[in-house]
């Protein structure tokens, strides 16, 4: 016999046959997010037990182009935009009065966040932004301020697209994952070298 948190887990309109073990959903446009279910079955003597996250993306987010920052200085960060069907480069905003270190999408919204660096050597620069896709423009005035310190700037950032994580490294940090609401971190893996970039691969690993 199967069993499943699924009644707590996800929102109503799903079908779980506890004979045969298959669960069925569709997904309405209001369900966007992550679910971490939990999949059990018992014989009455041993259980066994697997877990899966799923995902479901909105619909009207732009997964066929690719954003991306040519960081060149601290007053010089380009934001580019990438058409994956076209193989078509754009560049979107040529002002030179950003200091942007690393950039990525969120994998359900579809909103870009960017990691802002030390410009002048301020603490204060170092904050994580959303960058509108059509200008280019982030909105430093409602970003939330990181916590790391003098001597630390994030560099590369990718979010993680099982948990909706956002992920960074750079240089001095480790590797991180950072809070969405506060900024805050917490060290996932103890790395002394800088981190230029980072990557998931389809088995949720960095």
Same mark, same amino acid.
């Not at 699924?6 to 045969?20: M, T, Y």
């Given at each position: 016999? *199967?069993?499943? @948190?699924?009644?707590?887990?996800?929102? %109503?309109? !799903? /079908?779980?046959?506890? $004979?045969?073990?298959?669960?069925?959903?569709?997904?309405?446009?209001?369900?966007?997010?992550?679910?971490?279910?939990?999949?059990?079955?018992?014989?009455?003597?041993?259980?066994?037990?697997?877990?899966?996250?799923?995902?479901?993306?909105?619909?009207?987010?732009?997964?066929?182009?690719? *954003?991306?920052? @040519?960081?060149?200085?601290?007053?010089? %960060?380009? !934001? /580019?935009?990438?058409? $994956?069907?076209?193989?078509?480069t754009e560049l979107i905003n040529e002002k030179k009065n950003?200091?942007?270190?690393?950039?990525?999408?969120?994998?359900?919204?579809?909103?870009?966040?960017?990691?802002?660096?030390?410009?002048?050597?301020?603490?204060?620069?170092?904050?994580?932004?959303?960058?509108?896709?059509?200008?280019?423009?982030?909105?430093?005035? %409602?970003?939330?301020?990181?916590?790391?310190?003098?001597?630390?700037?994030?560099?590369?950032?990718?979010?993680?697209?099982?948990?909706?994580?956002?992920?960074?490294?750079?240089?001095?940090?480790?590797?991180?994952?950072?809070?969405?609401?506060?900024?805050?971190?917490?060290?996932?893996?103890?790395?002394?070298?800088?981190?230029?970039?980072?990557?998931?691969?389809?088995?949720?690993?960095?």
């Open positions: 016999r *199967y069993g499943t @948190n699924a009644e707590v887990a996800l929102p %109503s309109g !799903f /079908i779980f046959d506890r $004979i045969n073990g298959v669960l069925e959903w569709t997904p309405g446009i209001k369900d966007i997010g992550i679910y971490a279910i939990r999949f059990n079955v018992t014989d009455g003597l041993l259980t066994a037990q697997m877990e899966l996250n799923i995902r479901v993306k909105d619909l009207v987010c732009d997964q066929q182009f690719v *954003y991306a920052i @040519n960081d060149k200085g601290p007053d010089d %960060s380009q !934001f /580019i935009k990438f058409s $994956i069907g076209t193989n078509k950003y200091d942007i270190e690393a950039i990525d999408t969120h994998p359900i919204s579809g909103e870009i966040y960017g990691l802002s660096g030390d410009k002048d050597d301020q603490m204060i620069n170092k904050k994580l932004i959303l960058i509108d896709k059509k200008t280019g423009i982030p909105n430093l005035t %409602s970003g939330v301020q990181l916590d790391i310190t003098t001597g630390q700037e994030y560099q590369g950032a990718s979010f993680n697209p099982l948990t909706g994580e956002l992920w960074a490294g750079g240089d001095n940090t480790n590797i991180r994952i950072i809070n969405l609401t506060n900024g805050k971190s917490k060290i996932m893996i103890k790395y002394s070298q800088s981190v230029e970039g980072l990557a998931w691969d389809s088995l949720g690993r960095v």
